[in-house]
């Protein structure tokens, strides 16, 4: 078998496989964006936002990729003066230290090891010291496979009264957020995930706070200039058309779907890949108490790198795992199960990794990452 990209199993850690009706929705000739018929199209987006955040607020869709929703949010909200503390323990964490850095002149950065979380002690530490007007943090980090504990962060930063700053691009539709019951002041969530709509925009959602906070930042990026527009359910510069359509039917799904339901088999689906990682005889990378439910993040089998493993997989079986970034390349697979992956593409990969290893003569249990899957199927 050799990769096909149209039949692959495909679960790297976002964008993630796409239903056939979003696909679908996006084959429309070219529309008009100032005319009804598309500001009928953003209404109907406008609408079902909140179906994806959970709760109603001020909502943005902005085209561009996550990093577009990271740079509009904290290049309008983190403040002028006064202290941004950034937490990082992984790749997009050390990305949102360099984006905050473009625009906060006093920054204080907290760091763990990537893999490991952020002690709240440390965050109660240095908010106690005074003077943080924003805590900007990443929810899942993708690059580790870790979710941070925002139950455990969240009310030391409400006590604070800073503002609290989420990238939530792979957690949101994903990993449960009650933001309000958090008090998050933004989230950025990115089309290419949790919702399984393609690449390309990114949904933000702000508080009453933020808003009233919000100044100007970028040009193309000014969030106070999207939230005008789409008052009159516009944008201000011409929006990616297709990518509204296929946005309005994933959120269609969605809805259809239920958010309880996708962050429910979100969750089964990960608990199932972390027992099958364990029979397997692998180890996690990050610290287990903190794996994430949307991308779970393994050390390569012991003396296999990616051409002996991930490769095999893609060209031997058509399946899409991703490996690890930065440091961790060539050291870590991630398995991405979030969106509308489901119980089959957890069977066909842990089937073909015990393949993989029973012929490396590095299976313990044979049909054990099996039967995990099975046994948690519904
Ligand atoms: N933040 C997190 C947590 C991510 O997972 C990603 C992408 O994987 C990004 C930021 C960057 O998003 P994008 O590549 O869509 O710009």
């Not at 079902?48 to 309008?76: D, N, R």
């Not at 449960?176 to 690449?199: C, N, R, T, Y």
């Not at 946005?247 to 088999?265: I, N, W």
Request: charged fraction near 20%; hydrophobic fraction near 45%; proline fraction near 7%.
């Amino acid at each position: 078998m050799t990769f096909d990209p149209e039949t692959t199993t495909f679960l790297i850690a976002g964008p993630v496989r796409i239903h056939p009706r979003v696909l679908r929705a996006m084959s429309m000739p070219s529309l008009n964006h100032r005319g009804d018929y598309f500001h009928g199209i953003v209404t109907e987006i406008r609408e079902l936002l909140p179906v994806l955040f959970g709760t109603k607020g001020h909502q943005v869709i902005i085209t561009g990729s996550g990093t577009a929703g990271l740079e509009a949010m904290y290049s309008s909200l983190v403040p002028k003066d006064g202290r941004t503390l950034v937490l990082t323990n992984g790749n997009f964490g050390d990305r949102t230290n360099s984006i905050v850095r473009r625009y906060a002149t006093n920054v204080t950065t907290l760091s763990a090891p990537w893999g490991q979380a952020v002690p709240s002690v440390a965050v109660k530490a240095e908010l106690a010291k005074g003077d943080v007007k924003a805590v900007c943090l990443v929810h899942n980090e993708t690059s580790v496979g870790l979710a941070n504990d925002l139950a455990l962060i969240a009310p030391a930063v409400k006590a604070s009264g800073a503002l609290f700053l989420v990238d939530g691009i792979s957690a949101v539709a994903g990993i449960p957020l009650p933001i309000e019951e958090w008090g998050v002041d933004a989230v950025v969530a990115g089309s290419q995930k949790g919702l399984a709509a393609p690449a390309g925009l990114a949904l933000v959602h702000l508080s009453d706070r933020a808003v009233a906070a919000l100044h100007p930042g970028t040009f193309y990026l000014d969030l106070a200039a999207h939230l005008k527009s789409l008052e009159k359910n516009d944008t201000p510069w011409t929006p990616a058309v297709p990518l509204f359509l296929a946005l309005r039917e994933a959120l269609l799904l969605l809805k259809e779907e239920g958010l309880d339901h996708r962050l429910e088999k979100t969750h089964r689906l990960a608990e199932a890949s972390r027992a099958a990682v364990r029979a397997l005889g692998l180890e996690l990378f990050p610290d287990p108490r903190y794996a994430s439910d949307t991308v779970t993040a393994v050390k390569n089998p012991p003396g296999m790198g990616d051409p002996e493993f991930r490769k095999v997989l893609e060209r031997q079986y058509n399946i899409l795992l991703q490996g690890g970034q930065a440091a961790l390349a060539g050291k870590i697979f991630r398995i991405g199960h979030m969106g509308i992956a489901d119980w089959p593409d957890l069977l066909v990969t842990f089937a073909a990794i015990e393949r993989i290893l029973s012929r490396a003569g590095k299976l313990p249990a044979p049909g054990q990452a099996l039967r995990e899957v099975v046994d948690r199927m519904p």
